[in-house]
T-cell receptor
Framework: DAGVIQSPRHEVTEMGQEVTLRCKPISGHNSLFWYRQTMMRGLELLIY????????DSGMPEDRFSAKMPNASFSTLKIQPSEPRDSAVYFC????????????FGPGTRLTVT | AQRVTQPEKLLSVFKGAPVELKCNYS??????LFWYVQYSRQRLQLLLR??SRESIKGFTADLNKGETSFHLKKPFAQEEDSAMYYC????????????FGSGTRLQVQP
């Protein structure tokens, strides 16, 4: 298994543009998480899904952010419109039903909004 | 609310010296505590969890409920231990999301 896959690995965009980040969890995992990492705030949970259903989106900063999980093997995080303060590394992680909450992380997407 | 505090952003030690990365948490119930590590150019990965009471790569961590701490320790640091270390907490039963601390960068000098 290639592990959690994220694309793109790097994204540079201009303020006001729409950005879509993608994640493919490990096959068989039923929980998926989106985190944001910044120097100032560290790793923050944005939203997580269980069996494709959003369980907790309280970490989503504002209405400009939205996330979907149309099926068990794919999720997107969209920012529209993007702002410079959205610049960060966005991680996706997944976990299965067994084990004590060990999360498997993707390589992250480094987003730069100019 | 649950919170994880890692007071040190950077910890620099010499090879062979003991290491202690501090982690304190705030949670009213019985938490699950973890240490995650991110080596240079690699993914964030689980290092150890308190319920396993195991030693991984020479690291151990004991949950101290009285002091609400979960410090990570290693008696003799190695250069390959240089990485970013995150303490994390899972609180509410059934809620699988983690609350992370801000991380501590460990630098082990030769």
């Amino acid at each position: 298994d290639a592990g959690v896959i994220q694309s793109p690995r790097h994204e540079v965009t201009e303020m006001g543009q729409e950005v879509t980040l993608r994640c493919k969890p490990i096959s068989g995992h039923n929980s998926l998480f989106w985190y944001r990492q910044t120097m100032m705030r560290g790793l923050e949970l944005l939203i997580y899904f269980n069996n494709n259903v959003p369980i907790d989106d309280s970490g989503m900063p504002e209405d400009r952010f939205s996330a979907k999980m149309p099926n068990a093997s794919f999720s997107t995080l969209k920012i529209q419109p993007s702002e410079p303060r959205d610049s960060a590394v966005y991680f996706c992680a997944s976990t299965g039903t067994s084990g004590a909450y060990e999360q498997y992380f993707g390589p992250g997407t480094r987003l730069t909004v100019t | 609310a649950q919170r994880v505090t890692q007071p040190e952003k950077l910890l620099s030690v010499f090879k062979g010296a003991p290491v202690e990365l501090k982690c304190n948490y705030s949670y009213s119930g019985s938490p699950e505590l973890f240490w995650y590590v991110q080596y240079s150019r690699q993914r964030l990965q689980l290092l150890l969890r308190h319920i396993s009471r195991e030693s991984i790569k020479g690291f151990t961590a004991d949950l101290n409920k009285g002091e609400t701490s979960f410090h990570l320790k290693k008696p003799f640091a190695q250069e390959e231990d240089s990485a970013m270390y995150y303490c994390a907490l899972s609180g509410r039963t059934g809620r699988r999301a983690l609350t992370f601390g801000s991380g501590t960068r460990l630098q082990v000098q030769p």
